[in-house]
């Protein structure tokens, strides 16, 4: 007897991971993150509904817009990135600016519009999935016990200024560069107060290269080995 696929409705509670747009799902496995892909995890329905972020706190708040930003980010440079990606993310990094304030203000239409960009964010990733800023913020999670997106924020804007190119990119931001877009991010962060845990050491260091995703870091447009992970930590970290 052939088995029928349940159907899959899906009502995003936050701004971010634009999962009910990706064929794809994770869970923590004795503090490791697993994803799992397949299909049959895309949701045939979704509803963006406002009304569901009101009660949300302004720091989860915080947290998953920008976990949206990087992805938009991240599925623009990827290595598999297509036209209809770069398309969806373009948008997305659009909606996020544009509606930032009205969104921490709580207002109907920043929330509503808040939503689409990460839905849009996660169109993008479910073409081409993330980069080596995800790669290498998994382990902030569990290590220091800070949220995804928190995690992930601090990460992107390091590796973009180690790659130093990408100027395309920052043209969605409204700047001539991508450095000009990288101390953009890193001043939003700053007065948003996502800042890097204070109990971080030098010694996690070691712990935290060896827990890099290998399949996101694969994505990324750049090669890095070893030695580029562990400056990346210790800029990330400022240890």
Avoid at 31 to 49: F, N
Avoid at 109 to 137: F, R, V, Y
Avoid at 185 to 212: C, H, K, T, Y
Wanted: charged letters at 20%; a negative charge; hydrophobic letters at 45%.
């Amino acid at each position: 007897m052939q088995q029928m696929a349940i159907p899959v409705m899906a009502v995003p509670t936050t701004s971010g991971t634009g999962s009910e747009a990706t064929h794809f799902a994770v869970i923590y496995k004795d503090g490791v993150k697993q994803s799992i892909a397949d299909q049959a995890l895309l949701p045939e329905y979704v509803v963006l509904q406002p009304d569901v972020l009101k009660t949300l706190p302004l720091y989860q708040k915080k947290c998953t817009m920008l976990d949206a930003l990087c992805q938009a980010i991240e599925s623009w440079w990827s290595k598999a990135a297509t036209l209809e990606s770069i398309c969806y993310a373009r948008q997305a990094i659009r909606l996020i600016l544009t509606y930032m304030d009205a969104y921490m203000e709580n207002e109907a239409e920043g929330n509503q519009n808040m939503l689409i960009a990460a839905h849009l964010a996660g169109k993008a990733i479910n073409i081409t999935t993330t980069t080596a800023p995800h790669a290498m913020s998994y382990a902030l999670t569990s290590l220091y016990g800070i949220p995804h997106g928190h995690a992930v924020a601090l990460c992107l804007p390091k590796l973009w200024r180690f790659m130093q190119n990408y100027d395309h990119i920052a043209h969605a931001f409204g700047k001539a560069n991508g450095e000009e877009a990288v101390t953009y991010i890193e001043e939003l962060l700053q007065s948003l107060e996502i800042q890097a845990p204070e109990n971080a050491r030098i010694e996690d260091i070691d712990g935290l290269m060896r827990s890099v995703d290998a399949q996101r870091l694969s994505n990324h447009p750049m090669r890095l080995d070893e030695s580029d992970i562990h400056a990346l930590y210790r800029y990330i970290l400022n240890v």
